[in-house]
């Protein structure tokens, strides 16, 4: 007697036939969805250490987009006597 495996069907056989190329496109949207949040991070966080070490203030303008103001220099000299 020969063991003879019919080829599964329903579900189990969809996924063994088509499986391998959901997986390829599954990851390549895995891999931009990553780098679009690296992205998105690092440009938020390069606008918080301009914010936190005063190289531009941003303020909301009347259509409340943010807009980067200069920041004034200040002289050292008002303030020594």
Known sequence: MGATGAAPGGFIGWITQYGSIIG???????YVVVATSAAWAAV????????????????????GDDVAEDKKKVSVEEFVE
């Open 24 to 30: 390829f496109f599954v990851q390549i949207a895995f």
């Open 44 to 63: 938020t966080f390069a606008r918080y250490v301009k914010f936190m070490t005063g190289d531009e203030i941003i303020v909301e303008d009347d259509d």
